[in-house]
């Protein structure tokens, strides 16, 4: 199956509609969680939850990438390289998510004063990422804590809302999930394939490689282009 521009539109499109739908979910689950005594902690400036290894469908990677100014691209093309020299050799998932939150460090497109610089199209991800404790939590390495902080912040927990052992909001990472499923399902239906992976790597490959109009002419078009480019590893980049 081939693809034409007009399709890419229509999934990016649909993405809109999703993250426009998430932000509404998410503003009134915190507003009747509050109500109800509950503490949300998310707020602008907090940055720790950037230092995550973000991943998207390709619809929110193109809505990112249409988004950026030049000098934003060539941050996200050294981010990527980055990335691609750290997890050479790597094949745990565990293993990739320590280095990238060690090695790596922040989103590329967290900018110096702590901000989303794409905060309009951030990815279903961010968005649905809601902290129930202070953002130090966020940005902890839970294998350094000692056995007695980590029960103080377990115990801390509201085991009723919160996706355990994490601090955030099981029900609206589930709803991102969810949204990003259906995205993927949208993808196959008017391209016969889905593309997922880390936003950055994305994004470089759509602004740098013509990933998105590899994807037009098929998968192995598309997995050509990624792997041609040095991001052949399952972690980056997965076409399916
Ligand atoms: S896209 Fe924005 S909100 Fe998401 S991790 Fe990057 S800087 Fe943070």
Redesign the pocket.
């Known amino acids: 199956m081939t693809g034409s521009p007009e399709s890419i539109d229509q999934l990016v499109d649909l993405v809109k509609q999703q993250q426009a739908f998430l932000e509404m979910f998410v503003r009134s689950w915190v507003q009747e969680y509050r109500s109800n005594g509950g503490a949300v902690f998310c707020a602008k400036g907090c940055r720790n939850c950037?230092s995550l290894a973000?991943h998207t469908g390709f619809a929110e990677a193109v809505a990112v990438a249409r988004f950026l100014d030049e000098e934003k691209e060539h941050a996200v093309a050294a981010y990527a390289v980055r990335l691609r020299e750290q997890v050479q050799g790597v094949s745990e998932l565990s293993d990739y998510l320590r280095r990238h939150r060690q090695e790596i460090g922040f989103?590329p497109?967290?900018d110096a004063a702590g901000a989303?610089s794409?905060?309009p199209v951030?990815?279903l991800t961010?968005r649905s990422l809601i902290s129930t404790r202070e953002s130090i939590w966020c940005g902890i390495d839970f294998a350094t804590l000692a056995p007695a902080e980590r029960d103080a912040y377990i115990s801390g927990l509201d085991r009723h809302v919160v996706a355990f052992p994490s601090h955030y909001v099981a029900v609206l990472q589930e709803a991102g999930q969810e949204l990003e499923d259906a995205g993927a399902k949208r993808m196959r239906e008017l391209l016969g394939f889905a593309i997922y992976g880390n936003?950055g790597v994305l994004v470089h490959l759509i602004r740098r490689h013509g990933l998105a109009e590899a994807c037009l002419e098929g998968p192995a078009e598309a997995a050509g282009v990624s792997a041609a480019a040095g991001f052949d590893s399952p972690l980056l980049v997965t076409v399916s």
């Open positions: 950037c973000v989103c497109f967290l989303c794409a905060y951030r990815p961010c936003l």
